[in-house]
């Protein structure tokens, strides 16, 4: 008898929910300081309400959304501490990435970085910003997953759903966007060209001003 492929099984509805809600909420849809429903949101998606409270407890978990007690449910809105956080670990993380990468010898292939490049250019001349941030945040992954390192991996994992929300509103910016893909050129180049210094110095000034824009979108 011949050998069958295995059949994949389908994803589970809390999950496909989980997906749904999560694009939503990545691709600016969602407001803060609008209230959403639970059932509501069951009904939009077509399926009952226990996988759709399933999937927002797990972006809950993510502080992605905020429950409201007898009032439905919340995008967070990212505090200044919450912030400062956030980039203080990305600066531990993302300069000792490019440090290592660029010390690497051989360098490793590069290739998926210059891609989302590509990519970002692509999206800001045709000002598609939802694949704006889906390339920013496929050059920031890149990067760890590169150092091969399987905790920088999962961290950085772990927070780029929320560096994504804080990098949509700091996106409204005037030039931010363009100035985003000058900032990350100067990194690839330094790590390319196995500069050590000069890939910390521009990814740290690259999250200085990355805090700055999403410090001022918050104003």
């Known amino acids: 008898m011949p050998k069958l492929t295995t059949i994949k099984q389908p994803d589970s509805l809390a999950k496909m ?6 694009q939503s909420i990545l691709s600016g849809q969602w407001q803060i300081g609008e209230l959403y429903n ?9 399926i009952s309400r ?11 978990s993510q502080d992605l959304i905020v429950f409201m007690p007898r009032r439905g449910l919340m995008l967070n809105r990212f ?10 670990l990305r600066k531990a993380i993302e300069l000792a990435s490019v440090e290592k990468i660029s010390n690497a010898s051989p360098r490793p ?3 998926t970085i210059e891609e989302s490049l590509l990519n970002q250019r692509k999206a800001l001349k045709q000002k598609d910003y939802i694949a704006f941030i889906d390339a ?13 390192n399987r905790r920088i991996i999962s961290i950085m994992e772990n927070i780029r759903d929320m560096i994504c929300v804080m990098g949509v509103k700091a996106l ?13 050129q100067a990194i690839f180049h330094a790590v390319k060209e196995g500069n050590t210094e000069e890939a ?15 410090m001022e979108s918050e104003l």
């Open 17 to 22: 929910a989980y997906e749904a809600i999560r």
């Open 79 to 88: 505090t200044l501490s919450d912030v400062d956080e956030i980039f203080e």
């Open 38 to 46: 639970e059932k509501a949101i069951a009904a939009d998606l077509g």
């Open 172 to 184: 409204s910016i005037e030039g931010r966007a363009a100035k985003v893909i000058q900032e990350h």
């Open 136 to 148: 920013d945040r496929m050059f920031h992954t890149n990067f760890s997953m590169l150092t091969k």
């Open 109 to 111: 292939d590069l290739l």
């Open 50 to 60: 226990t996988p759709v409270r399933e999937a927002l407890l797990e972006l809950s």
């Open 200 to 214: 910390r110095k521009v990814m740290a000034y690259h999250l200085d001003q990355s805090i700055e824009a999403v």
